[in-house]
Structures are given as structure tokens and as C-alpha cells.
């Protein structure tokens, strides 16, 4: 196939609007979308992804693609909004073959069929190798899930299992076969979860984890003013996790706290909701409680220690 910079960026455009599923909604192709809610509210979020940061060896454009809209739509799940439609602007090279733009935009949109929309709009322009992702969301009628809602005497819990990206990073790094690499690969955001934590108006506060456990859990204590009480051996690790951190230099406490890249939910609740949450089958773990004071600490055995700044 042509070059990007051959085809040209009107052609570029039809060509990606020809490839994508048609929605209930106007545009792509007009100045704008359009996208009918229930309840007036939007819940609209943005971010990016670059080759330089986010293209790990192994990687394909069409899971760069996913990529590039699950980070957006994780966010939507921190906020327990339903997704309704990913803005995708893309600043390529111009020297790339058409065939790998339309492998990410092919991403992108398997992406948000999973979560439900469609990608409602964008741009192309010529750049170093970066997907900028909008997102919208509705509530439904519900009350989004923010950091600042978290009381002391609340558990601290997450969604799913953590330390998977990390892991799948390390055993690419060093040639490990027969490991999962979906973590990192093809993250799934936690849409449903997030939907589910908002219609049982249970957690208190709520943020994705996409950049770390440690960064999460010192989000939430700023916005909400208290401290975490956070236990390494209640937190759970991704299948591989372990064997992957004997068999190479990445750190176990690094994997699950530091590194990100889960796209998991971290969320307080109250302790009389327990029960309420396990009967949905929202599958969560309690990893801590929160507490009065000013910051997240992690014990591990007889260690206790204050959260690093997340380093992904």
C-alpha cells in the first residue's frame, strides 16, 4: 500500500470512515458529532499514547490501536460512566505505510465495540507516532465515582488481578515464551465494573489504575484528605507475576505498586456494603482499609513503609 504522506489526509479520512462501523449518531464526516444522552450529562476524558512510550516490542499497530482507546475508556470506568463515543486523533509519520494506520484505527474500533460505542470522530496530521483519544461518557442518571468521597473506616479494594503489564513487559525484555501478554498487549478497561460500582451507589471513591496502584492510592488520600492502610499479601497478583519476577530483575513490590499499565479500578466502600458487592459478582479483592492521615502506606510482613511516586 501507498505511504501516508501519498494518499494525503482527506483520503486518509474517507478511507477511515469507510473501515469503522456506523453509529446511531452525527458524524464522523461533519465538524462535529452528535451523540443523544439520557440525562444531559457527558462525562468526557482525554489521553494519549506514543510510540516512543507505549510500543513495546511485540506489539502490533492493530493492539497499539486497542491500546490507545482502553486507556481512554478506563477512564470512563474510574467515573462509572457508560461509554458513548472515542474522538481519535492520530499525528503519524509521514513515511508509514497507509495499511499500518488503518491496523490501529481497526484497534481502536474493536476496542470500543467491546465497550459498547464507536468512534464518533478525529484528525490525522504528520507527527512522531502519536493516538490523542477523547472519550464521552454518560451517567445514566448516576452519580459519577470521584477521589474525594473516601472516609476513614472504608476498605480499600481493586478489580481484578495486578502486575500482569509489568510482568508481560519483563518476560518480552528478556525472550520468556509461554507467558500471557494480554495484560500489556490488549488491556481490557473495566467498564462493567465501573457501571456496576455507580448503580450500586456502594464506593466511596474510585480511580483506574492505569498508572499504578501507589499513584492511585496517593490520588485518592490528596482529593479525599485521609490516609490508606495498604498489605502487600492481600493485593492480587496476575498469574504469571511471580514466576516472572523470580526468573528476571523486575521487582514483585514494583510489578503490583509501581509499574502501572493495570487498567484495573482501585475503589473505597463502605465495610456494610461487603456483602451488597460480593452478591453482584463484581470480582474484587480487599487489599486494606482507609485511615485518618495524609498518605498511603504498604506493610509487608513487619515493614511498613509510605507509598513511592509511581514511576510509569
Same mark, same amino acid.
Given at each position: 500500500?501507498?505511504?501516508?504522506?501519498?494518499?494525503?489526509?482527506? #483520503? %486518509?479520512?474517507?478511507?477511515?470512515?469507510?473501515?469503522?462501523?456506523?453509529?446511531?449518531?452525527?458524524? !464522523? =464526516? *461533519?465538524?462535529? +458529532? @452528535?451523540?443523544?444522552?439520557?440525562?444531559?450529562?457527558?462525562?468526557?476524558?482525554?489521553?494519549?499514547?506514543?510510540?516512543?512510550?507505549?510500543?513495546?516490542?511485540?506489539?502490533?499497530?492493530?493492539?497499539?490501536?486497542?491500546?490507545?482507546?482502553?486507556?481512554?475508556?478506563?477512564?470512563?470506568?474510574?467515573?462509572?460512566?457508560?461509554?458513548?463515543?472515542?474522538?481519535?486523533?492520530?499525528?503519524?509519520?509521514?513515511?508509514?505505510?497507509?495499511?499500518?494506520?488503518?491496523?490501529?484505527?481497526?484497534?481502536?474500533?474493536?476496542?470500543?465495540?467491546?465497550?459498547?460505542?464507536?468512534?464518533?470522530?478525529?484528525?490525522?496530521?504528520?507527527?512522531?507516532?502519536?493516538?490523542?483519544?477523547? #472519550? %464521552?461518557?454518560?451517567?445514566?442518571?448516576?452519580?459519577?465515582?470521584?477521589?474525594?468521597?473516601?472516609? !476513614? =473506616? *472504608?476498605?480499600? +479494594? @481493586?478489580?481484578?488481578?495486578?502486575?500482569?503489564?509489568?510482568?508481560?513487559?519483563?518476560?518480552?525484555?528478556?525472550?520468556?515464551?509461554?507467558?500471557?501478554?494480554?495484560?500489556?498487549?490488549?488491556?481490557?478497561?473495566?467498564?462493567?465494573?465501573?457501571?456496576?460500582?455507580?448503580?450500586?451507589?456502594?464506593?466511596?471513591?474510585?480511580?483506574?489504575?492505569?498508572?499504578?496502584?501507589?499513584?492511585?492510592?496517593?490520588?485518592?488520600?490528596?482529593?479525599?484528605?485521609?490516609?490508606?492502610?495498604?498489605?502487600?499479601?492481600?493485593?492480587?497478583?496476575?498469574?504469571?507475576?511471580?514466576?516472572?519476577?523470580?526468573?528476571?530483575?523486575?521487582?514483585?513490590?514494583?510489578?503490583?505498586?509501581?509499574?502501572?499499565?493495570?487498567?484495573?479500578?482501585?475503589?473505597?466502600?463502605?465495610?456494610?456494603?461487603?456483602?451488597?458487592?460480593?452478591?453482584?459478582?463484581?470480582?474484587?479483592?480487599?487489599?486494606?482499609?482507609?485511615?485518618?492521615?495524609?498518605?498511603?502506606?504498604?506493610?509487608?510482613?513487619?515493614?511498613?513503609?509510605?507509598?513511592?511516586?509511581?514511576?510509569?
Amino acid at each position: 500500500m501507498a505511504s501516508l504522506k501519498d494518499v494525503g489526509e482527506r #483520503a %486518509l479520512i474517507r478511507n477511515i470512515i469507510d473501515m469503522i462501523r456506523p453509529g446511531p449518531f452525527v458524524g !464522523p =464526516g *461533519d465538524d462535529a +458529532a @452528535v451523540v443523544r444522552i439520557e440525562d444531559g450529562r457527558i462525562v468526557a476524558g482525554t489521553d494519549m499514547v506514543s510510540f516512543e512510550r507505549h510500543f513495546p516490542s511485540g506489539m502490533t499497530y492493530e493492539q497499539f490501536g486497542w491500546t490507545a482507546a482502553a486507556v481512554n475508556f478506563s477512564d470512563m470506568a474510574g467515573m462509572g460512566a457508560r461509554p458513548i463515543g472515542l474522538l481519535a486523533s492520530f499525528a503519524m509519520p509521514g513515511d508509514m505505510d497507509e495499511s499500518s494506520l488503518y491496523e490501529m484505527v481497526g484497534g481502536m474500533d474493536r476496542c470500543a465495540e467491546h465497550c459498547g460505542t464507536h468512534i464518533i470522530g478525529g484528525d490525522t496530521k504528520p507527527g512522531p507516532g502519536i493516538i490523542v483519544g477523547t #472519550a %464521552l461518557g454518560s451517567l445514566d442518571g448516576r452519580a459519577p465515582l470521584l477521589r474525594s468521597g473516601a472516609r !476513614p =473506616g *472504608d476498605m480499600v +479494594a @481493586v478489580t481484578g488481578r495486578l502486575g500482569g503489564a509489568a510482568a508481560a513487559f519483563a518476560a518480552l525484555e528478556n525472550g520468556m515464551e509461554g507467558c500471557s501478554l494480554q495484560p500489556l498487549l490488549a488491556p481490557i478497561p473495566r467498564v462493567k465494573e465501573g457501571i456496576a460500582l455507580s448503580s450500586l451507589w456502594a464506593a466511596t471513591s474510585c480511580m483506574d489504575l492505569s498508572d499504578g496502584l501507589a499513584e492511585a492510592a496517593g490520588s485518592i488520600c490528596r482529593a479525599s484528605g485521609v490516609g490508606m492502610e495498604i498489605r502487600m499479601e492481600f493485593i492480587p497478583a496476575g498469574g504469571d507475576v511471580p514466576k516472572i519476577c523470580s526468573e528476571t530483575n523486575l521487582s514483585y513490590t514494583d510489578a503490583l505498586l509501581y509499574w502501572g499499565g493495570d487498567y484495573e479500578l482501585l475503589f473505597t466502600f463502605g465495610r456494610e456494603r461487603l456483602s451488597e458487592l460480593h452478591s453482584v459478582g463484581l470480582d474484587f479483592s480487599v487489599i486494606g482499609a482507609v485511615t485518618d492521615g495524609n498518605g498511603p502506606y504498604v506493610t509487608d510482613g513487619e515493614e511498613r513503609t509510605v507509598m513511592k511516586n509511581a514511576r510509569y
